[in-house]
């Protein structure tokens, strides 16, 4: 745990430190008004983001929001989650897709709203669910949202400072040099926060995993769920997937990389009997993870965790 608190830290530093860096660079020229410029623009328009996310992703998923009549035992699961990690019972909905996935959203604590679709409905067991749903409160708990989104504006800003440089450097011949080296290192800066901020997601990731064991799931029932999440995601055709594909990063897994990610789980179910038991799991955490160079490079440009490496830590919270 403590190892995981020190990366998010050390990361939060990364990424402020290069703000400041990036705040006297431009302090030392004359474009410093425009910076401040865009930062209003980006602080605005995550504002922006802020007041009518919800709204989008509740029209982007096709959510409905459930009676506690109409899906009493889902509701039962997420009071009872809801009271352990000790906050306000989020609004429960359920989102008429059939890719198998559940995702949290909001504002906030108090304004915290746990989705599962139809699709994972059908494929989990109850004890999967609820590790599932344990997961997503700890998403809510930790405020997860409002720190990716927060986090995510430095990239922003650093696109937008990029692309005013660049593109104004060549007509400003007087100041030209100048302007275009600053364009350049806003756009490395661009990158690299971006890739930050994606690493950012990831720890989240895991900081939630281990929330849902702490919550009262076992290791087990979570890998399981996330086992039958991608090979339920697997089955799904392309279009399904391009449905969500801008809202992915609320997903309890990336659906894009289940083809992918299928392929090493199965080797983890050696009795083929569609989950990962206790034994597996322990099988698993006396091996290391070995990723080649593509894998690792894909990881690190996506916002969830390599599936493998995340069962493989999941082995390791049996004793929570």
Same mark, same amino acid.
């Given at each position: ?30 474009? &410093? ?38 899906? *009493?035992? !889902? ?5 009872? !989650? ?15 897709? =059939? ?14 709203? #746990? ?16 590790? #599932? ?20 504006? &430095? ?21 030209? +040099?100048?302007? #275009?080296?600053?364009?350049? =290192? ?24 281990? /929330?849902?064991? +702490? ?14 999440? #991608?090979? /339920? ?13 801008? !809202? ?18 199965? +080797?983890?179910?050696?009795?083929? *009997? ?27 440009? +996506? ?18």
């Amino acid at each position: 745990m403590f190892s995981l608190q020190l990366r998010m830290w050390s990361l939060l530093a990364i990424l402020f430190g290069i703000v400041y860096a990036v705040v006297v660079m431009l302090g030392t020229t004359m474009g &410093i008004s425009n910076f401040y410029v865009y930062l209003f623009i980006s602080f605005f328009f995550m504002l922006i983001q802020y007041l009518i996310g919800p709204k989008i992703v509740e029209w982007s998923m096709r959510i409905r929001y459930l009676k506690r009549e109409e899906a *009493s035992r !889902l509701y039962a699961m997420v009071e009872d !989650l809801a009271q352990k990690a000790r906050i306000p019972t989020p609004r429960v909905a359920i989102s008429a897709i =059939a890719i198998p996935n559940a995702f949290a959203f909001g504002r906030g604590v108090r304004d915290g709203r #746990v989705c599962v679709t139809e699709g994972i409905m059908r494929l989990l067991s109850e004890e999967e669910l609820k590790a #599932v749903l344990g997961h997503e409160l700890t998403h809510i708990k930790n405020r997860d949202v409002m720190t990716i989104t927060l986090l995510s504006v &430095i990239p922003m800003i650093m696109y937008r400072l990029a692309w005013h440089f660049l593109y104004y450097g060549g007509q400003r011949r007087s100041r030209g +040099q100048n302007t #275009v080296l600053i364009g350049v =290192a806003a756009f490395l800066f661009y990158f690299i926060t971006n890739l930050l901020v994606l690493y950012a997601s990831r720890i989240r990731e895991y900081f939630a995993d281990r /929330g849902a064991v +702490q919550l009262g799931s076992r290791p087990e029932a979570l890998a399981s769920a996330l086992y039958k999440i #991608v090979y /339920g995601s697997a089955r799904m055709d392309k279009d399904s997937i391009k449905e969500t594909e801008g !809202l992915k990063a609320f997903f309890l897994n990336d659906p894009s990389r289940a083809m992918d990610e299928i392929r090493e789980l199965s +080797q983890l179910d050696l009795d083929r *009997s569609g989950t990962i038991d206790p034994d597996e799991l322990a099988n698993l955490r006396s091996k290391k993870i070995h990723l080649s160079f593509g894998d690792r490079l894909m990881e690190s440009l +996506q916002t969830h965790p390599n599936m493998l490496k995340r069962i493989r830590h999941l082995s390791e919270l049996s004793h929570i």
